[in-house]
């Protein structure tokens, strides 16, 4: 399995570019989103990457975190979701909008991509809903480094209040999903402390906490 390629890009197609590893070219798929945000040619560059096997055919594909290319599993593995559709919801939403929008059972927001109906969008959303706060918690997830594999970085633990609920695991793990989104860890931890219950599922919590975090209006 190659997870990682590493150099510089020769040239770009329409959905692809060619990284030159040391003399050997890899053709790598991506998102318009990823494509956009690519130094130029002759550029050093680093993508993590999914290899798909087929009979006859082998192709990469290419994502600039970690949480972007676990999405990109769990989402082929989708029926009626093959590699294109899901860079192409990836491509719309970014990795925190796919989080988002699964995390909320929002399939709208999914559909809003090229190539994917409703009824499709609602089985994605559906088949998800409970992988959502295990990939939130990976982290944003850093560009990968030319030379080395980042590690994701390691999120501060919850602030501690009175009356929190301490034996609830959940706590941490939805702060954590929470910051990795982007949202402010004051604004996480009170959002996550307003809703949570001693019985409630991390699932629950963040997705009870971004309904509250949810601009207004």
Do not use: C
Not at 61 to 71: A, M, Q, S
Not at 144 to 167: K, L, N, S, Y
Not at 184 to 195: C, K, R
């Amino acid at each position: 399995m190659i997870g990682k390629i590493s150099g510089r890009i020769d040239y770009r197609g329409p959905d692809h570019v060619l990284i030159d590893v040391r003399g050997v070219g890899y053709i790598v798929y991506v998102s318009d989103r990823v494509m956009t945000a690519l130094p130029g040619n002759g550029e050093a560059v680093a993508l993590y990457t999914d290899l798909l096997v087929r009979e006859d055919n082998l192709q990469l594909f290419g994502f600039t975190t970690l949480v972007e290319k676990e999405w990109h599993r769990l989402l082929t593995s989708v029926q009626g979701i093959g590699a294109k559709a899901s860079l192409s919801i990836l491509g719309a939403l970014g990795a925190e909008g796919v989080s988002r929008a699964i995390a909320l059972g929002d399939w709208s927001a999914l559909a809003k991509a090229k190539g994917v109906g409703p009824k499709t969008a609602q089985r994605v959303a559906n088949e998800l809903k409970d992988k959502a706060p295990t990939v939130m918690a990976m982290g944003a997830g850093s560009a990968p480094e030319i030379d080395a594999v980042i590690e994701p970085d390691a999120t501060a633990p919850a602030p501690t209040r009175a009356g929190a609920t301490r034996d609830n695991p959940a706590q941490s793990e939805a702060l954590s999903a929470l910051v990795n989104l982007g949202y402010a860890p004051g604004d996480a931890a009170g959002a996550v402390m307003e809703v949570i219950t001693p019985e409630m599922a991390t699932g629950e919590v963040i997705r009870a906490a971004l309904k509250l975090l949810a601009p207004k209006g």
